[in-house]
């Protein structure tokens, strides 16, 4: 089983690797055993047939002694018959009676001797099939005398062996004659006694004795005439140089013509395409010589089929090597197929797959445990990861419903709010609302709300610190407290003091929150407002130039539980724009870190105050947006702009429920008597006791507008600058990285050194500081500003840091001693002192209550 | 303002990133500390990547000093810019610090 389509088994890859090793190897020792086997097998052929040649050689003179032996003791009887030749036949009778080997004896007379009487006579005995038949062999038919048997024992006078011939007069047979002369007394040869023996047997006989089955024995005379020969007709007849096979074979030629000399030795020989090979010897004492012939054949007839069977054998072996391979390899990697079957399985998500078991400790052993360990972890992992996204998932959808929720809170927009209210009409002739608040996170700190309370447009606008849920916790309690405390207290002052009240006691972590709070009368115009730490508006009044409205900034909520509001007013008239903004909007930065910036807002406004307040807000949002090009928002972003179109004097008073409900609740409201009155500003706080009717203008409402910027303090040098700027800082250390842009740019601008641009950063951080960390021991959001003036003509760059804190000289400190160590040198005088040492020019001066730091600074080229 | 802490046994480098100026002393306060419990040992402080320094950083660099003298160690500050330099010039802290 396999789990994707394995294309070549891991197991008959290792086998047939295995396998052709062993076939390789199997086949050098087979090669280099044949070779030596072959030539083993070679040598001791060779052996058997010469020791074949030698028996048989010995065995054939054997029997031609014994054919010489045994005529030689049957002559005394020929001897003793001398006398009746008649009676001869019972010699030759018993000459080839007695001798097995003997097929034919002859006792043939002399003619010319005295014991014949003149006459042929050859007594002749020989054996046909089991008979013994006696001849005569004296007759016209067959002269003896001329036959070679006889010839050559007389003329030799000795013992001596014919060459073979064909027996036509007696048996018939091809036989070897041996005749032996007989002598009388006087030593004249009187007889030859012969014996015959059969070549044919002769041939049997050798043939007894060959080394191989198809081996063969040839016997040659001197002249190369067969004796013996396997093929029965050429006895006698057929001679070696002339047989067909040998006619035109040069080795068997040699091979004879070595024979006939008398020479012993070995050969091979080619006959029809088969190998023989030969041996040969002469018979000693004969003219004779022995040749044994073995084809190659039956040699290596045994070596062959050895050959055969190692082959098969081996060829087998392979076979089962290869089998028991891949049936072993298989049975180990078994577990791997399962393995990753399992791994399969793990990856689909099934985290308790049971792996097989591995009884030996192995590397695949290591493999499953591995998995094994593996799929443990992972199933932790992922629940671990499953437990973190449900949470965060919870999360995530917490948040997205709380922003829902967060939305709701909000106040519809100005038309449909309207659109429920008596005198709708009339009211959207007065007044023209739009606003958009965009979070950062889903949700954020950022908040406004508007309602129509007793023909008064009371509205909020707020910034909870920080973003996200937190903010938005903080943020929904001030609208909820806002809505519901708007209803009863129409004086923003005396609202924000009792608003701040609550979310003081609920607030120990002091989340910083600012808040600014409005109340139009529609019917008069008049506008009453109070602060707490919130961005001024920007107002838009009848001189058409867009201005930021003088507030004073109080304090921001849940610092001070006891803290009192104060508030200010002023005329609103036909056309007048307000417009209330969050940090966010100022802040937005772009990729470099530069912020919108107010007097871009200012611009803006400046635009597009003809505009409707729809328009307006979106003609801000595109201006931000195009200002943050590809930077995220880093803050909450809310945007309110009011415009008081006209006095709506045809409203209808109040319905009788809410001014009752207005009555009691101001009761317990105007408990809370205003404290001291503040004077760290110049503006006037009128506190106003909220009325209960509307539309009624008793009390004179000072125009409380201090509109303009502060004045500079005059430089000592008149002459006039000839570039200005301005920077409004809060009263927070994080402003200093605001100031530092704002050096940088003028810095930028006027080419300044890097030096001098630290050095100029070192004294306004110094001053900076001082005013942060000293000039409000009450605390609280405070603003204060730096002008900044250059006189080409003087070279010099001014820096004029105004605030309104407590009166604080820097420079009335001591210099530090530099000389002391820096064990003994106390911190503190250390920043003034820096300031000294930077600055071209340096004063202070106390001003309109106000605390007026000049720092000038030489440009040099 | 980044600060890269470097520890070879009795030797601290740290190597001082960025503007050192009072927002910064005030978020740095934990940066420094590991400086401040170690001021035993040999401490270098390596300011060639020191942009600017105000009042504010100079405090911290010479409560670092009253530290290391009192527990004995060693403090050495390494590749002033010509800026910083001339601020410690002016307001003579080129004389107590070891400068290098």
């Not at chain 1, 004086?491 to 009792?498: G, M, Q």
Request: proline fraction near 4%; charge should be negative.
């Amino acid at each position: 089983m396999s789990v994707f389509n394995i294309r070549k088994s891991f197991a008959t890859r290792l086998s047939t690797i295995i396998v052709l090793l062993v076939a390789i190897i199997f086949a050098m020792i087979f090669t280099l055993l044949s070779i030596f086997t072959e030539k083993l097998v070679k040598q001791s052929a060779e052996e058997q047939s010469e020791k074949a040649l030698a028996a048989n050689i010995m065995r054939i003179r054997q029997m031609l002694l014994q054919t010489e032996n045994a005529v030689h003791e049957t002559e005394w009887m020929v001897y003793s018959h001398i006398h009746t030749p008649d009676s001869l036949h019972s010699v030759t009778q018993h000459l080839v009676r007695k001798n097995s080997t003997i097929v034919g004896s002859c006792a043939a007379l002399v003619p010319e001797n005295k014991v014949s009487h003149g006459k042929s006579f050859a007594p002749y005995s020989c054996v046909i099939g089991s008979e013994i038949i006696d001849k005569q062999l004296g007759s016209e038919e067959y002269d003896y005398v001329n036959k070679d048997w006889y010839k050559n024992a007389i003329s030799s006078g000795k013992t001596c062996w014919s060459e073979p011939y064909f027996d036509k007069d007696g048996i018939n047979k091809d036989i070897c004659t041996l005749s032996s002369p007989l002598r009388d007394n006087d030593g004249n040869i009187f007889a030859v006694f012969t014996a015959d023996i059969s070549l044919e047997w002769l041939t049997d006989i050798v043939n007894e004795g060959l080394p191989f089955e198809n081996s063969y024995a040839l016997i040659t005379n001197a002249v190369g005439t067969y004796v013996i020969h396997p093929k029965k007709e050429r006895i006698a007849k057929g001679n070696i140089f002339d047989a067909p096979e040998n006619i035109d074979n040069p080795e068997t030629q040699a091979f004879a013509r070595n024979m006939i000399a008398g020479k012993s030795g070995q050969t091979e020989i080619k006959e029809n395409g088969d190998s023989y090979f030969v041996c040969y010897a002469p018979i000693n004492q004969t003219t004779w010589s022995l040749a044994i012939v073995s084809p190659h054949g039956d040699i290596f007839s045994i070596h062959n089929k050895m050959s055969i069977f190692m082959f098969i054998g081996l060829i087998l072996s392979l076979l089962i090597i290869s089998g028991v391979c891949v049936f072993i390899i298989k049975r180990i990697t078994k577990p791997l197929s399962e393995f990753s079957a399992a791994a399969l399985r793990i990856s689909q998500g099934y985290f308790n797959i049971a792996l097989p078991e591995i009884k030996v400790k192995d590397e695949i052993w290591e493999l499953r445990e591995s998995l094994d360990q593996m799929q443990y972890n992972l199933s932790r992992y992922t629940n671990r990861l499953k437990e973190v996204s449900a949470n965060q998932a919870v999360s995530d959808r917490d948040e997205f419903i709380a922003s829902k929720i967060q939305v709701q809170m909000l106040p519809p927009t100005f038309e449909k709010m309207v659109a429920s209210l008596p005198g709708s009409q009339e009211l959207l002739e007065g007044l023209d609302v739009a606003a958009t608040l965009i979070p950062q996170q889903m949700v954020g700190g950022d908040f406004y709300y508007y309602q129509i309370i007793n023909n008064h447009f009371m509205f909020c606008i707020g910034d909870v610190s920080g973003k996200g849920v937190p903010a938005s916790m903080i943020m929904s309690a001030n609208v909820m407290l806002f809505r519901c405390l708007s209803r009863m207290e129409e004086s923003p002052a005396k609202l924000l003091t009792e608003l701040n009240k609550i979310a003081s006691e609920s607030n120990k972590q002091s989340i910083f929150t600012t808040m600014f709070v409005g109340s139009i009368d529609l019917a008069t115009g008049r506008f009453v407002f109070s602060n707490a730490g919130h961005i001024p508006p920007l107002f838009v009044g009848v001189e058409e130039n867009v201005e930021k409205l003088e507030v004073d900034s109080n304090l921001a909520l849940a610092i001070d539980k006891d803290f009192v509001y104060a508030e200010q007013e002023m005329q609103l008239h036909r056309n007048n724009l307000l417009l209330l903004c969050t940090d966010g909007v100022i802040e937005a930065e772009d990729n470099y870190m530069q912020a919108f910036g107010e007097s871009q807002l200012i611009k803006v406004v400046q635009n597009n105050k003809e505009s409707n307040a729809k328009k307006i807000t979106e003609e801000i949002i595109k201006a931000v947006d195009s200002h943050r090009a590809m930077n995220n928002p880093a803050d909450d972003f809310t945007l309110l702009a009011i415009k008081f179109l006209k006095k709506c004097e045809n409203l209808t008073p109040s319905p009788k429920e809410e001014e009752s409900e207005m009555k009691n609740m101001n009761e317990s409201v105007s408990l809370h008597s205003p404290k001291e009155e503040k004077e760290t500003s110049n503006e006037q706080s009128q506190l106003q006791v909220a009325p209960t009717e509307a539309v009624k203008e008793e009390a004179t409402v000072e125009k409380v507008e201090e509109v303009e910027e502060v004045k500079e303090v005059p430089v000592v040098e008149e002459t006039p600058p000839d570039f200005t700027d301005h920077i409004t800082l809060q009263n927070q250390a994080t402003q200093i990285r605001i100031l530092e842009r704002f050096v940088q740019s003028i810095a930028d601008y006027f080419k300044i050194s890097d030096d001098l641009t630290n050095k100029i950063n070192m004294a306004l951080e110094e001053a900076v500081i001082n005013i942060i960390s000293y000039a409000y021991p009450a605390g609280g959001n405070h603003q204060f500003s730096i002008d900044v003036e250059h006189r080409a003509s003087l070279q010099l760059l001014t820096f004029i840091i105004i605030d309104d804190g407590i009166q604080f000289n820097p420079f009335e400190q001591e210099a530090p001693d530099i000389t002391l160590s820096a064990a003994d040198r106390p911190i503190g005088g250390l920043g003034i002192h820096i300031i000294r040492e930077v600055t071209y020019k340096h004063s202070y001066a106390y001003e309109d209550n106000k605390n007026v730091l000049t720092l000038s600074f030489k440009l040099l080229e | 303002m980044e600060i890269k802490i470097n520890q070879d046994g009795n030797n601290i480098e740290a190597q001082i990133i960025g503007r050192f100026d009072t927002v910064a002393a005030q978020n740095s306060e934990d940066d420094f500390k590991p400086l401040f419990t170690q001021a035993d040992k040999n401490l270098t402080l390596i300011l060639d990547q020191l942009t600017y320094v105000s009042s504010s950083g100079l405090r911290v660099f010479l409560n670092l000093r009253k530290e290391v003298i009192a527990k004995g160690g060693n403090l050495v500050l390494k590749n002033l810019t010509e800026e910083v330099h001339s601020v410690f010039t002016m307001t003579g802290f080129i004389k107590i610090f070891t400068i290098q």
